[in-house]
């Protein structure tokens, strides 16, 4: 929603008021624009806001008279602690008795450091508060902070930027003449999570330092097609499967769900491995599948190597949260037979 000032008084009162907004803020009681609007000047879809009364009837004999006044434009607002919004400009009046907490609250509403003005009436250009209050509430925050630093506690994130660093170096005797030889270890990173929309959030994934430095991303429900697949810098899509697509190919008229799961395979460039994804197909090589009578699930396999060694079978396996048990052994004994069928 938008305001606009239109007519300001000599004594530099308002006096007529315009708003702007879409179709579900307008009510009842908005006047007719095209009667007050001029050409080339307003808008027809801005609307004046001026004194308005209305009588609300309650029942009973009862009735409630409500009174609109103008909205008029603040020449300042309040904020209580640290709520309210943030501006890319903020002059500050600064001075030394002021409370800490006012300065921080003042302080906390500019978006960047680059849009903070600050003027000072007296005392020159020293910020006093940088140098630390002894005041008893700001002194037991400050203790509490340096705890909190003395005392840090681990997490799984902490855990997993360690790992992630890759320079974990490991002793081996190998019986090559005796000699101790140090070889770096092969870490290989693999992150495993479900998506629910990979697109919409691709710029959470390419900002997250963890999953950046994976080796290999499988991703679930990615909810995606062929035609419309989502790039991630530095990675690569090795495989992908939507087998929602498949059964409504060949069942169109027992599923009405869209086919939007897609499991998906993405490598990193920069990883000293590579990948090729292996084809199953279990409608064409293993006959009538469950793949064609049920909508289990999706399923996808890459070959993980080295150079030519073959380190290990990288799958990405989605259940449908409705599928039998059944079905799922089915599914994935079928898929794991037509692998093994064409190795």
């Known amino acids: 929603m938008e305001l606009r000032d239109l007519k300001i008084s000599r004594s530099e009162a308002m006096q007529n008021h315009w708003r702007s907004a879409d179709k579900r803020f307008k009510t009842v009681f908005e006047a007719n624009p095209f009667g007050l609007c001029k050409r080339d000047v307003l808008d027809l879809k801005w609307t004046p806001i001026v004194i308005r009364a209305a009588n609300i009837p309650l029942g009973g004999n009862i009735k409630c008279r409500r009174n609109q006044f103008p909205v008029v434009s603040s020449s300042a607002i ?85 790992f992630c660093k890759r320079d974990v170096l490991a002793e081996r005797n190998e019986d090559q003449g005796g000699y101790l030889h140090r070889r770096r270890q092969l870490i290989l990173i693999v992150s495993a999570f479900n998506a629910q929309s990979f697109a919409a959030h691709a710029g959470d994934i390419e900002s997250d330092n963890i999953l950046m430095n994976s080796d290999h991303m499988v991703i679930s429900e990615t909810w995606m097609n062929c035609a419309n697949t989502v790039r991630i810098n530095g990675f690569e899509l090795r495989a992908s499967n939507n087998t929602a697509l498949e059964h409504r190919t060949h069942c169109p008229s027992t599923s009405s769900e869209l086919p939007v799961r897609v499991s998906a395979i993405y490598r990193n460039l ?50 449908h949260p409705k599928a039998s048990a059944e079905a799922v052994i089915s599914y994935v004994f079928i898929n794991h037979s037509c692998h093994i069928q064409q190795t």
Do not use: W
């Open 78 to 162: 309040t904020i209580h602690k640290s709520q309210g919004g943030t501006f890319d400009e903020v002059f500050f009046n600064y001075n030394k008795s002021q409370q800490i907490q006012l300065v921080y609250v003042a302080l906390s509403r500019v978006t960047s450091i680059d849009g903070l003005y600050l003027t000072i009436d007296k005392d020159g250009f020293k910020f006093y508060h940088g140098r630390g209050s002894m005041a008893p509430t700001v002194k037991d925050i400050r203790d509490e902070y340096d705890r909190m630093a003395n005392h840090r506690l681990p997490t799984l994130s902490m855990q997993a930027r360690a």
């Open 270 to 319: 920069q990883s000293s491995t590579n990948c090729s994804e292996i084809i199953v197909n279990a409608n064409k090589s293993c006959g009538n599948s469950v793949l064609r009578k049920h909508n289990v699930g999706d399923i996808c396999l890459v070959d993980v190597k080295v150079e030519d060694l073959t380190l290990f079978i990288l799958g990405d396996v989605y259940i």
